[in-house]
């Protein structure tokens, strides 16, 4: 299979104080397309900074991100954003959906921005939102539904799109069992129907085990990549 | 770029409509209360000078105004000119004015108007010899009557005296003014001619007129043949000036043109209304709307503080909001031109509810209801260039309240701005 992400000698660190720190420290990763990587790791291991590296959200201080055998570190702010917005999706730890738009709004803005039609967006939105169950609430605001709800939309919104890579930052983080239980069937739903490159980060091993592969990040290193038997 | 301003106008109608409804409500408020100070102050400021001029040319000159020359004290070879003027079809109608040419201006001793029986209340004034039915056809000074009644054909030592001279002393414009008091008409009053020797005559005041024109305010109107008769041929020997009114479809520089041309223009001034008004007027009224552009600009700055202040604060508080929008791809282009248009309709709807006000109410209302000046009926005087103008500037400065606090805001590193840091 394909690499559809390399990163090479990856390096980011921080001003503290007089000197440098170093949060990620020289990591290679290769990512296949279509795998659903799971990244875990104590608090400050530096997994939520690889994952922004590597989602273009972050300039790294050295090292290389190839998406697609494209070298990423020459692109501008204008070609990053167009970048993301053709080729990833995002779910946020709190869903962070536009409060002012309705979960219809929320999924289909980003396929406005990529100039797709207002009814074929509306199309598209719907479609995802069905699919991930929450059909039947599309005119209602992120404030009229639970977190659950949010999170599905969420999912909807990073994959109406039908990107090549969803990056997932502790997606299950701020809710119950039960809630999370259901985001992680979507999730592995899109990694196996849809065949999107899922890169999640959690805290959680029971859920990081059901990602094809798991990688656990210390001090800035990956010290364990796993493939998981299921 | 397309997707750019739709993805823009979509955030930016969706923040418009899920805003406070208070807070949108106010700031479209002051808004509106910047547009009406805007066109209001200057619209009555310049209205008053407007109403001046409008008055002038309604009341006295008409659209074309003759005048003799300065070499001259009055018109000669006047009924050479009524003939040219009779023969004239682009013109309605005229009205020839005679003064008495003892007319003193700062001599106060000399003319004598006094009140029978009473001892030391004289002043000056001018006494002008009018057709009253030409006046009243072609002028409407009859309806500036507010005491009393307009001229009829059998009147005889009647007089319609000028509402200034009937000013009670609170009333006096100036310190140094000079009025004959309380007169109402029915009262009698004598006249002392200047250059005319025999004594002061006796006239019956039939009504008092006030036109803010200071020729007939601070005067006495006579009918002209009656003037003639006490001052004979040798004193009063022609008209001192001459008002025009043309039809409606004629050109005011054509009619002047074609009068110059038909007489000795020597003799005569043939100028336009707003030409005779002079640049006395024309000077003032430049004060007053530099004056209103003053008072305007302070109104344009406090608004669009008020707007970046708002768009600002909202576009702080949403930062997250913003980093999250450039996250998933969202052009910060597109997140700039969203606060920009939202800026835009704020503006759009407070100038709607001005424009409605200005001309469903206020425009009406100072039509029928002219705030009383000395010098004129102050006017609401809107120009719809001058509405544009102000319409514009307003939409252009909130574009660029809008645009730039947006700027700064999205300017910032995205992951910083995600992570609220």
């Known amino acids: ?230 | 770029m397309s997707n750019v301003v739709r993805t823009a106008w979509f955030l930016a109608t969706r923040y418009f409509f899920k805003f406070s409804k208070w807070t949108s409500g106010l700031i479209i408020f002051v808004i509106t209360l910047t547009f009406l100070n805007l066109v209001v102050v200057s619209g009555l400021l310049v209205g008053l000078i407007e109403g001046s001029i409008v008055g002038i040319k309604e009341l006295r000159t008409g659209e074309v105004f003759i005048a003799p020359t300065e070499q001259n004290q009055y018109i000669k070879k006047y009924n050479e000119l009524f003939n040219v003027l009779d023969n004239n079809k682009d013109i309605k109608g005229y009205a020839p004015r005679y003064v008495s040419d003892a007319r003193l201006y700062k001599d106060y001793k000399t003319s004598i108007y006094r009140r029978v029986g009473e001892v030391g209340v004289d002043v000056y004034a001018i006494v002008t010899g009018i057709d009253f039915k030409k006046e009243k056809n072609f002028f409407g000074l009859d309806k500036k009557i507010i005491e009393g009644r307009w001229f009829v054909d059998t009147d005889v030592n009647s007089v319609i005296l000028g509402s200034r001279l009937t000013a009670k002393k609170d009333e006096k414009l100036f310190t140094d003014e000079r009025v004959l008091g309380d007169i109402k008409p029915g009262e009698i009053i004598e006249i002392r001619f200047e250059n005319n020797t025999s004594a002061p005559k006796k006239f019956q005041v039939i009504g008092i007129i006030n036109s803010k024109q200071q020729e007939y305010d601070y005067g006495i109107l006579i009918p002209d043949r009656e003037l003639r008769e006490i001052l004979g041929q040798g004193a009063l020997l022609g008209p001192d000036n001459i008002g025009i009114r043309i039809t409606s479809k004629a050109d005011t520089t054509y009619v002047i043109n074609s009068i110059k041309a038909s007489t000795d223009n020597s003799l005569i001034n043939v100028r336009s209304s707003e030409e005779s008004i002079g640049k006395y007027i024309g000077n003032i009224r430049k004060t007053f709307v530099l004056l209103s552009n003053a008072v305007g600009t302070i109104s344009i700055v406090v608004v669009t503080v008020m707007l970046f202040i708002v768009i600002f604060i909202s576009a702080i508080t949403k930062q997250r909001q913003i980093g999250i929008l450039k996250g998933i791809g969202i052009s910060p282009l597109s997140l700039k031109l969203s606060y920009m248009f939202l800026s835009f309709m704020y503006t759009f709807f407070g100038i709607l509810i001005g424009l409605l006000i200005l001309i469903f109410f206020l425009i009406p209302y100072f039509d029928a209801n002219p705030i009383d000046f000395p010098f004129s009926d102050g006017i609401l005087f809107v120009t719809i260039p001058g509405l544009i103008t102000k319409i514009l500037l307003l939409f252009v400065m909130s574009i660029f309240a809008g645009f730039l606090p947006a700027h700064l805001i999205t300017k910032r590193n995205t992951l910083n701005t995600i992570l609220e840091r």
């Open chain 1, 1 to 230: 299979m394909t690499n559809i992400l390399q990163v090479r000698n990856l390096i980011k660190s921080f001003k503290d104080g007089d000197h440098l720190k170093k949060i990620l420290n020289g990591i290679n990763l290769d990512i296949p397309e279509g795998q659903f990587l799971s990244i875990i790791g104590e608090s400050g291991a530096g997994k939520s900074t690889l994952i922004y590296q590597m989602s273009l959200l972050d300039v790294p201080t050295s090292g290389s991100i190839s998406i697609f055998g494209k070298e990423t570190s020459n692109l501008n702010i204008k070609e990053q954003a167009e970048f993301r917005l053709n080729n990833f999706g995002y779910i946020f730890q709190d869903s962070a959906l536009i409060k002012e738009l309705s979960v219809l709004e929320n999924v289909k803005l980003s396929l406005l921005a990529k100039g797709i039609s207002n009814k074929k967006a509306e199309e598209m939105s719907k479609e995802t939102l069905t699919k991930v169950g929450i059909g039947e609430m599309i005119n209602r605001y992120p404030s009229e539904i639970s977190g659950g709800e949010k999170q599905r939309v969420a999912i909807s919104r990073a994959i109406v799109g039908k990107p090549s890579i969803v990056f997932a930052d502790e997606p299950t983080a701020n809710l119950d069992h039960e809630t999370s239980e259901k985001v992680m069937k979507e999730l592995k739903n899109i990694s196996d129907e849809l065949k999107i490159t899922i890169i999640m980060i959690t805290h959680e091993l029971e859920y990081a085990e059901r990602a094809d592969r798991m990688i656990e990040i210390s001090d800035g290193n990956i010290i364990n990549d796993s493939s998981i038997n299921k």
